[in-house]
């Protein structure tokens, strides 16, 4: 089997392990806050995430960038002339157009390096979602499946990833388009929190409702075990924007709910912050 590398684009949140014992890199991507370009690298290089949040709740203005062809072919370009290939997890197709970027910079690299390959993967998910699909990438790879094998696993195996998402902040949900401005008034009125959830489309959709925080977290629960198998050991991400407490809340009604479980907990990537805003958390795992 010819190796490979593998990478992500910063969208997803992995066990930093992953990333610091080399398994796997990590493809920085932009935002803009009040008009400036910020990088996050998920790094020391780039914006520190707790800080980015400090600007999400002073409501500034704020939009997230796709990852141009140029760029890719920037990233991927000396690994291809060296005969390296490498295969890249990217943000669901269904927010973004950067696998599409991708797609479109691997045809023309492949055709400049036959001998190595750029193989993009639609996650069709985002955050501690896409930290699972990389985690399956990883084992694929050590288990010897070639960048083809590895490709046709994780193009199944995506759909089998399951998310719900807790939503504080309307505003941020109605800068992104999601919901509608009147629904942000309303619901911010009466403290209407929307739980949000993955389509296998890659999109998002709100599948619930809900008063209040706690009873949030409740129904989050309940979405969990309605879908999940808690007969087998199995990995859970919780990623959160900066409010550890509620992360912490979260992850013990998880252990309660299923002792048979690894709970991971990480910053939410800047990059969905940006649309979910201040105080979400995203609740990721496999389903039956």
């Known amino acids: 089997m010819k190796d490979y590398l593998l990478f992500m684009d910063v969208s997803g949140d992995v066990d930093k392990s992953l990333v610091e014992s080399g398994k796997i890199g990590l493809i920085p991507m932009e935002f803009v806050i009040n008009g400036e370009i910020h990088n996050y690298t998920a790094d020391e290089n780039g914006m520190d995430a707790a800080e980015f949040?400090?600007?999400?709740?002073?409501?500034?203005?704020?939009?997230?960038?796709?990852?141009?062809?140029?760029?890719?072919?920037?990233?991927?370009?000396?690994?291809l002339a060296q005969g390296q290939s490498v295969m890249c997890l990217c943000l669901s197709s269904g927010l973004s157009n950067s696998y599409n970027s991708a797609m479109a910079a691997a045809e023309e690299l492949n055709s400049r390096y036959p001998d190595a390959k750029l193989v993009p993967v639609d996650s069709l998910r985002a955050t501690g979602i896409s930290g699972l699909i990389?985690?399956?990438?990883?084992?694929?790879?050590?288990?010897?499946?070639?960048?083809?094998?590895?490709?046709?696993?994780?193009?199944q195996y995506r759909h089998k990833t399951l998310a719900c998402a807790y939503v504080d902040d309307l505003d941020s949900l109605k800068r992104g388009g999601r919901i509608s401005k009147t629904v942000a008034f309303f619901g911010s009125l009466m403290d209407i929190k929307p739980l949000i959830q993955f389509n296998d489309d890659g999109t998002l959709s709100v599948w619930g409702k809900q008063k209040g925080y706690r009873k949030s977290m409740a129904n989050m629960i309940q979405y969990y075990l309605d879908r999940t198998d808690t007969s087998k050991l199995c990995t859970v991400y919780i990623t959160h924007a900066n409010d550890v407490n509620y992360a912490n809340e979260l992850a013990e009604r998880v252990r309660t709910a299923n002792p048979n479980v690894e709970i991971k907990?990480?910053?939410?990537?800047?990059?969905?912050?940006?649309?979910?805003?201040?105080s979400a958390m995203v609740l990721g795992f496999v389903g039956k």
Do not use: C
């Not at 907990?265 to 800047?270: C, E, G």
């Open 53 to 79: 949040y400090d600007f999400v709740r002073q409501k500034l203005p704020m939009s997230t960038t796709q990852i141009s062809p140029a760029k890719w072919m920037e990233y991927f370009e000396p690994y």
């Open 134 to 155: 990389a985690e399956r990438m990883i084992a694929n790879k050590d288990n010897g499946l070639s960048i083809e094998e590895n490709l046709a696993d994780l193009q």
């Open 265 to 278: 907990i990480q910053l939410l990537s800047p990059i969905i912050g940006v649309h979910l805003g201040p």
